[in-house]
């Protein structure tokens, strides 16, 4: 066990509140389930929140249609299962879900509730406003980690081609509800909806006639929905600014420790090392590196180099035989090893600029590129040999 691995062990069992972030793709779902299982089998209590796991993985865990609720996981399917364990829940997060909870929390009155529920807009702008998930992500571990009952969470984030739009959601998802496209539709008193008075704050005085210009364009139905899930939700406001705050005061706590799951390609680290430095500038506490799906070879592993492989399988005992067929697999098989051997070797410098980068003090594991896919306990519980 490396000294990094042991680190990253020691990371998990010292912290209440995991989030593993990082891009689309990268293993994200498979490294936090597999986090979460380890610290479930060493005696803590855990939650492991996902978002839309590939279902064998989420059929395995039993969470596929469970949505927002905790569903226990049976351990006692590994068989061998160490005395003194704690136990496993899953839950999928449901982004409506959680919007329509957090509507129902802000909200000042039934009326305006039963108001924003029922608007059209509502539902359309629950699934798809920028940061939303992400900012409903970050909602749903506030709230399981202050009503408590867990020893360990650990945060799946949701895939994003950036991995800082998990961080930047609650700022994206509020000046869009405050500043954006829609703003303008919200008079600057509160009450019923004026055409003119959101002509008025869209155009200025004397072009009010644009806007009924585009009123007759969209139909003033659409613009009157709109319009009234706005204003009904400029009521909320205040609770989504406040839950947001609270929101990052957890993230940069004690507590909470944030993994960067990345790929070992170039363009993935040097998003990894951007992802590292903000997070250092903003105050939050950045753990760990898991470097995942790395190509072995055993010339990289040795420090070997690509000129120090013949491009002729002959140069290394293999003789040709006269054969066509067992000649054409012989040179198939060598040019194969001499391009893993590349791309194992590309891996390794990539890393290692990653290490130079950030020193000693931060601490990454390598996950090798396994075969077939992670689905069910017993795989995860094999790629813990390489996450402690």
Not at 74 to 101: I, N, Q, Y
Not at 250 to 261: G, I, K, N, P, Y
Not at 291 to 311: D, K, Y
Not at 324 to 348: F, I, K
Request: aromatic content about 6%; proline content about 4%.
């Amino acid at each position: 066990m490396s000294a990094a691995s042991q680190r990253l062990a020691g990371i998990v069992k010292d912290h209440a509140v995991v989030v593993v972030c990082g891009t689309g793709g990268v293993g994200k779902t498979t490294v936090s389930a597999s986090l979460a299982l380890g610290a479930a089998l060493q005696g803590r209590k855990v939650l492991v929140m996902t978002i839309d796991p590939a279902k064998r993985l989420a059929d395995s865990l039993g969470i596929e249609g469970k949505l927002n609720e905790a569903t226990p996981i049976d351990l006692a399917t590994l068989g061998d299962v160490p005395e003194g364990a704690g136990s496993l829940h899953a839950m999928m997060l449901d982004a409506k879900g959680t919007w329509d909870e957090t509507v129902r929390r802000f909200a000042k009155s039934p009326e305006t509730r039963d108001r924003i529920f029922a608007n059209t807009y509502y539902q359309r702008a629950s699934e798809s406003l920028s940061g939303s998930q992400e900012y409903m992500a970050m909602e749903k571990l506030l709230e399981t980690h202050e009503v408590g009952g867990y020893d360990l969470i650990v945060l799946d984030t949701p895939p994003t081609r950036n991995a800082l739009d998990f961080l930047e959601a609650p700022d994206r998802l509020m000046a869009v509800l405050e500043e954006g496209v829609l703003g303008w539709l919200i008079p600057r008193q509160r009450g019923r909806f004026s055409p003119v008075s959101a002509g008025l704050r869209l155009f200025g005085k004397g072009r009010e006639a644009m806007f009924n210009v585009l009123e007759r364009f969209m139909g003033g139905e659409v613009i009157r929905g709109i319009a009234d899930f706005v204003g009904a939700f400029s009521e909320l406001l205040d609770g989504f600014r406040s839950r947001a705050g609270d929101v990052m005061k957890l993230l940069r706590s004690e507590d909470t420790a944030f993994l960067m799951v990345a790929s070992p390609n170039r363009i993935a680290l040097s998003e990894a090392l951007y992802f590292h430095d903000r997070l250092a500038e903003a105050d939050i506490p950045f753990r760990g590196f898991v470097i995942n799906r790395v190509r072995p070879s055993a010339a990289a592993a040795n420090g070997g180099e690509l000129a120090g492989l013949p491009e002729d399988a002959t140069a290394v005992g293999f003789t040709k035989t006269g054969d066509p067929t067992r000649d054409a697999v012989v040179d198939a098989v060598w040019t194969n090893h001499r391009l893993r051997t590349r791309w194992a070797l590309v891996d390794r410098h990539h890393m290692g600029a990653l290490a130079a980068h950030c020193g000693d003090g931060v601490p990454y594991v390598e996950v090798p590129e396994l075969e077939g896919e992670i689905h069910d306990l017993d795989a995860l519980r094999l790629l813990l040999d390489y996450l402690r």
